[in-house]
């Protein structure tokens, strides 16, 4: 069996959301230091200003390659499954429906949890993504809320506190889904795995008796 299809991006996506990790670390104690020590804090402006205009950079190219991802990750689950029920087109097209698409974006990890757990050598995992991926969730929408709210208030009129309350949820955010994508990637590489033994296993020759 060749190699896993979503083996490259889940690489390239593990790689930069372990460097969002570091810049959302950055960015809440940055934050922290404008409120707590403002006069260091401005030794600091510029620097803050790159850091946040990198990670609106990185979180956009995340979204990105989230969707082919998506793709490629049922791509495996359909060479992997004969009866898996979300062909790769479904799994990225429906999330440009409109309304539907918020029922679609809870979908795809339920019907992934759902599978990895009832799969023996994923079992593990499966639990794992179940138990974080609605928390995952919560935090996405919590935090396109506070987003979007920052986006129409005048920078005077936020406080700090929700400074530092929008960079915890966003570098929670990231992690979670740092774990998410180890998960699936380890189920994906245990399925292949098992598969590859089945295939390889001779075949028992039937036995006849006199």
Not at 73 to 90: A, R
């Amino acid at each position: 069996m060749n190699k896993l299809r979503s083996e490259s991006v889940s690489n390239i996506l593990s790689i930069i959301l372990k460097v969002t990790i570091v810049l959302a670390s950055v960015a809440l104690i940055n934050t922290a230091l404008f409120d707590a020590a403002p006069e260091v804090y401005e030794y600091l402006f510029r620097f803050d200003q790159a850091v946040i205009l990198l990670l609106t950079f990185l979180y956009y190219i995340l979204l990105v390659l989230y969707l082919i991802w998506v793709y490629q990750v049922h791509v495996d689950f359909n060479n992997l499954f004969l009866d898996y029920p979300i062909t790769p087109g479904k799994a990225v097209g429906f999330y440009f429906i409109p309304i539907f698409n918020f029922y679609w974006f809870l979908n795809i990890p339920m019907k992934i949890s759902n599978k990895l757990k009832h799969e023996p050598v994923t079992a593990d995992d499966g639990k794992r993504f179940s138990a974080m991926w609605p928390f995952a969730m919560g935090l996405y929408f919590f935090n396109s809320f506070i987003d979007n709210y920052i986006s129409r208030t005048h920078p005077l009129d936020i406080s700090n506190e929700l400074w530092l309350v929008s960079d915890l949820v966003f570098l929670t955010l990231m992690i979670l889904s740092f774990l998410l994508l180890k998960a699936v990637t380890n189920s994906l590489q245990q399925l292949k795995a098992s598969k590859e033994d089945l295939e390889q296993q001779p075949e028992e020759e039937p036995s006849f008796k006199a």
